[in-house]
């Protein structure tokens, strides 16, 4: 826990170092549209940095006693139902989000009739039902956590309108009881928002209910637990490794960064009849045959009593604390989580810095060389006649003549931008993919009773991967035409310019791959033959569209911003020549005509120099803090 806290101490101080840097490099106009945005981005991803962690296992076996036991210990109780049987039944997230009031919202279970997913309804208030959290009253607040173990009782067409019943599936087909009717979840998802001094720090738990309902909820497997960062995954000692929990780990978790199994209620263990040591040993047994069967480390399993823990911390006994063995638990969580993610934001950040710094130093270094230039101009004027001042001017306005033949050519390429831009959103637009989807559910529709309801898919797959290469063509197209672009500016003005920036779509590549590789796990070898199979499918794929959808939204927004910026640093040094041409122009004129003296000028340029060198050594020393800040390890902060 001192871990998160250091680590969100070390992103306050990235964030203002990062932040003065701005402010600065702002007022000194060396911003242009791209650096802005580079500097706003990374920004926010310093700030909004979250931590998730997933609790995964079948019902019962105490994930929301652990988190009650880690978390929240602190209140003098369970906070998060826990008990007996199924207790948790809908995907649980605990977060802060200052904008909002303490609070928890319920997505009802009624919206999994719609073709829509749990993440579609993030962003729409109306849906979701929210209960206020009265922190002062703590008995009302318990209340309303309970909502997330509420169940009702519905017909069977409901049920199955749901996506929760099926005749052909036994194992739905238990879920009747006598009267007939079915337990369905009342509520679908639920976000509690909530200010506890982790979840300030940005940290997010996800308590998710059972085996059954993690199969039936698609935005848990494509969303919520592969975007975790780290998954706890928990066994009950007295259980064992039973078949369902073999499921769940291959199906949803298995071997991976960030995993860690939790072997818990080894208190059922501790036989009063046996000494201490023979009791450790059989649980190192339990440990080891864990391991041996999961596939991973002894080192990674954790055997606990989440119970014995939470009673310990809110008795304040310390040996039942300690025997608990929580703290072996939470130390490896939290070594596992910070450090990993720490290294991911600071890499990105170092690499944001060099590009940024090194447009800036671009900027300014041309900024020097064209007073350096323009003062040697001027020097060369002196003791020279009015004839050699005429020429000098000839000279002047005959650049100015070519960097504006010049410009007049960027407006060509501009225009051809432009074309390119638009054939790049064709493929990769939105309406794109919309009506990819639309076909899909149509053939699945239409292939509903044959077996062939997962060839849709696939091609569905295959279609999104096209549109993105399609899109990669059209970006290199752009970026070959804007490298020549630069090299002109550069070779026949002197203009210097960094490589233009880059766009690779690669990454929502990688996602679709991601996402297919979890449909093929669910549904690849899996015989369709039954019908509950394929609406079980008709609902995966709800899920899957919005990923899909989501990594082409992202891949869009990338697109605009580069769209947009990838000019600006050409523009910036265009606009800076000019301002040069104009000056040199200005001044030789005014030497011309005798009414400023060449001393006076040259001291003035040289008085120029030395402030702009002045500003070099402070972007040096404002983006050397950014750098030292990122570079801190977190015991250094501590002590600081
Ligand atoms: N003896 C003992 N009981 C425990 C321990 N941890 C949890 N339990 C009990 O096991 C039962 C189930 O715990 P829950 O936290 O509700 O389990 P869960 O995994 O969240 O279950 P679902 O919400 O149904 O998926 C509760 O009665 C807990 O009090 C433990 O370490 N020792
Ligand atoms: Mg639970």
Redesign the pocket.
């Known amino acids: 826990m001192q871990d998160l806290q250091q680590y969100s101490a070390w992103r306050e101080r990235v964030a203002a170092a990062l932040e003065q840097y701005r402010t600065w490099v702002q007022a000194a106009e060396l911003l242009d549209a791209e650096a802005g945005q580079r500097l706003v981005r990374a920004l926010a991803r310093v700030r909004d940095d979250r931590l998730s962690v997933a609790f995964v296992?079948e019902?019962?076996?105490?994930?929301?006693?652990l988190i009650n036991a880690i978390f929240f210990a602190d209140y003098g109780q369970r906070i998060v139902p826990?008990?007996?049987g199924?207790?948790?039944m809908c995907p649980t997230e605990l977060a802060w989000d200052p904008a909002l009031p303490p609070c928890i919202r319920l997505l009802p279970i009624a919206t999994r009739a719609a073709h829509l997913a749990t993440g579609d309804y993030r962003d729409d208030p109306a849906a979701w039902t929210v209960l206020p959290l009265e922190l002062d009253a703590p008995e009302r607040m318990i209340d309303s956590f309970r909502q997330v173990s509420l169940t009702r009782r519905v017909g069977k067409d409901e049920a199955a309108a749901f996506g929760l019943y099926d005749a052909e599936d036994p194992d739905l087909a238990a879920t009747v009881g006598e009267d007939g009717l079915v337990e369905i979840p009342q509520w679908r998802h639920a976000l509690i928002n909530f200010p506890h001094p982790l979840l300030k720090q940005g940290l997010v738990i996800l308590d998710t209910?059972?085996l059954n309902a993690i199969g039936t909820e698609p935005e848990l497997t494509l969303n919520l637990i592969p975007n975790a960062h780290a998954v706890l995954f928990?066994l009950g000692a007295e259980t064992g490794v039973t078949k369902s929990d073999i499921e769940v780990w291959r199906t949803h978790i298995g071997a991976g960064p960030g995993r860690i199994v939790v072997l818990?209620?080894i208190?059922?263990m501790w036989d009063e009849l046996k000494t201490a040591q023979e009791n450790d040993a059989a649980i190192e047994r339990q440990q080891a045959s864990v391991a041996q069967l999961l596939g991973v480390a002894e080192t990674q399993v954790f055997p606990v009593?989440?119970?014995?823990a939470l009673v310990g911390k809110i008795n304040g006994d310390m040996a039942l604390f300690e025997k608990s063995r929580i703290g072996q638990l939470e130390a490896a969580l939290f070594n596992e989580l910070v450090p990993a993610r720490q290294d991911i934001l600071r890499n990105g950040l170092r690499q944001d810095m060099a590009l940024l710094l090194a447009g800036q130093q671009a900027l300014l270094g041309t900024r020097i060389r064209d007073l350096v230039e323009q003062k040697q101009e001027l020097e060369s004027l002196r003791g020279k006649n009015q004839g050699v001042i005429a020429h000098m001017m000839r000279r002047v306005d005959m650049e100015k003549k070519e960097f504006d033949a010049s410009l007049f050519k960027l407006q060509g390429t501009r225009a051809v931008f432009t074309t390119l831009s638009t054939e790049l959103y064709s493929s990769i637009g939105m309406d794109v993919v919309q009506a990819q989807v639309d076909a899909v559910r149509a053939a699945m529709q239409a292939a509903r009773f044959a077996t062939g309801t997962r060839a849709p898919v696939r091609t569905f797959f295959d279609h999104a991967r096209a549109s993105l290469d399609g899109s990669t063509s059209k970006i290199g197209e752009i970026n070959t035409m804007m490298d020549s672009m630069y090299r002109r500016f550069s070779t026949e003005h002197g203009l210097s310019l960094a490589v233009p920036m880059r766009l690779s779509l690669q990454r929502y590549r990688d996602e679709i791959d991601a996402i297919e590789a979890i449909y093929v796990k669910q549904f690849g070898t899996a015989t369709l033959l039954m019908t509950s199979r394929g609406t079980l499918l008709e609902r995966f794929f709800d899920s899957i569209a919005s990923r899909v959808k989501h990594s082409f939204r992202a891949a869009n927004a990338d697109v605009e911003a580069w769209l947009k910026v990838i000019m600006a640093p050409l523009e910036a040094q265009i606009r800076q020549h000019r301002e040069q041409l104009r000056g040199r122009q200005a001044s030789i004129q005014r030497i011309h005509d005798a009414t400023d003296s060449l001393e006076q000028k040259i001291t003035a340029f040289e008085a120029a120099q030395h402030d702009l060198e002045k500003v070099k050594g402070r972007l040096g020393a404002l983006s050397g803090a950014v750098t030292r800040a990122l570079d801190a390890d977190l015991p250094e902060l501590e002590a600081a």
Do not use: I, L, M, Y
């Open positions: 296992a019902f019962s076996r105490g994930k929301s006693e826990s008990s007996p199924r207790t948790t209910p059972g928990v818990n209620k208190d059922a009593s989440a119970q014995k």
